[in-house]
């Protein structure tokens, strides 16, 4: 039980955090990911590479501390937080070891004048309170998972049934249950977690969901990084027939059920789940301006595909931006710009109406923009959303 005493020393801690977060949390993964190998499997090593995932950890850390009084200040963090851990398949037993290396990191960086025995006690509860928020949390999202029709718990097996190349970059895999049953009715806008075996190690990674739910078939688009180590094995290892071990779907950077206009504005492969969004907007007879950013036509994911769905459907408007040789516009009603996307090509792209509902991912420095772009044009806030691949960053100008 967090006692007021607590909560007061919690949020002392802030200034600290504010200037000293992130060189706390880049200390704390060094320590864990070297000495404990049980929780290994759950994070990218990339993301400690670029610093991405220290970054995000610090912020939660501060955003946590300053709220510690009301958590309903958090906003939408504790759900990016949940379905991030259920699509990795974060359990019970992983907390314990990752409260106590958070606990040695703010001893070994703060000091032990600071971070003193009422001090680490303090942060302790502290954390202990948000455990328990999460692990009933995602416990719910794992039970529903289990019991929906076509649903399940823990790893399934899937066959690769199909391997399509989207450019030569991004590759679709479609998966079938290895046990022919039914595949749950997830949402568009939700991904799923995978665990693989590369070279004797095991890796878990999450991938959004590039189709509509069609209670048979799970498909994944997922781009080459350079330095991926999962998704360079996907690429050239894994062929039809091979099976996967596949997480339940997960996250909630879904589509609503209004019938607003829709605006899908994506850059590169964050083009992936806008894809079922799209899918499930013209199914359901709304407008949709649907904005994509790509080097080329050559490495725009999906391009046939978008072109095929707007000559079935005239509410689609399609806008394409590529940085190299656009070329003439590939079809009637399709608007083509050459250069990196601004403020004021977005906004031309946008429609008349605001009063939408908005969608928007890719690279940080675009959604930022995105964010920027929509805010200005008078789109409410509240119907702009966005959704993070990777560790969740601010997109704060």
């Known amino acids: 039980m967090l006692t007021d005493r607590q909560r007061a020393i919690v949020k002392s801690t802030v200034p600290l955090l504010e200037t000293g977060g992130e060189a706390l949390t880049t200390h704390f993964y060094r320590l864990m990911l070297s000495e404990s190998t049980e929780v290994q499997p759950l994070f990218n090593s990339v993301h400690q590479q670029t610093g991405a995932q220290p970054r995000a950890l610090a912020r939660s850390v501060l955003m946590y501390a300053k709220h510690i009084d009301d958590l309903s200040g958090l906003g939408d963090l504790p759900a990016q937080i949940i379905h991030k851990h259920v699509s990795l398949q974060v359990q019970p037993e992983h907390y314990p070891i990752v409260g106590g290396f958070l606990l040695r990191a703010i001893r070994e960086v703060l000091g032990a004048e600071v971070a003193t025995d009422e001090v680490i006690d303090a942060w302790a509860a502290a954390y202990g309170q948000l455990a328990d928020i999460l692990i009933g949390a995602e416990k719910a999202t794992y039970d529903a998972n289990a019991d929906a029709p076509g649903g399940w718990k823990g790893a399934r097996r899937f ?17 079938q249950p290895e046990d022919g049953g039914a595949v ?33 078939s799970l498909r994944i688009s997922v781009k080459r990084e350079a330095q991926g180590v999962v998704s360079n094995h996907l690429h050239h290892q894994v062929q039809v027939g091979d099976v996967l071990e596949v ?54 994911a999906f391009r046939g595909d978008l072109l095929a769905l707007a000559a079935q459907h005239p509410q689609l408007q399609l806008r394409f931006g590529y940085e190299q040789a656009a070329g003439a516009a590939p079809a009637d009603g399709v608007d083509v710009a050459q250069g990196l996307p601004d403020a004021e090509l977005l906004t031309r792209w946008l429609p008349a109406e605001r009063d939408v ?36 960053q601010t997109l704060a100008a």
């Open 159 to 175: 066959v690769v049934t199909a391997k399509q190349a989207e450019t030569p970059e991004i590759t679709s895999f479609t998966l």
């Open 184 to 216: 749950l009715a997830y949402q568009p806008g939700q991904f799923i977690g995978l665990r693989v075996v590369v070279d004797g190690k095991e890796q878990r990674r999450n991938y959004s969901l590039s189709q509509l739910a069609d209670g048979r």
């Open 247 to 300: 997480f339940p779907p997960a996250g909630h950077f879904t589509l609503d059920d209004s019938a607003k206009p829709l605006v899908l504005m994506a850059a590169g492969v964050g083009i992936t789940p806008l894809m079922a969004m799209l899918q499930e907007g013209l199914k359901m007879g709304r407008a949709v301006t649907f904005i994509h950013c790509a080097r080329s036509p050559e490495l725009q």
């Open 357 to 392: 509902q908005a969608y928007y991912l890719g690279p940080v420095g675009f959604m930022r923009l995105a964010k920027q772009v929509l805010h200005r044009a008078g789109v409410p806030d509240a119907q702009a959303r966005c959704e993070f691949f990777g560790p969740a």
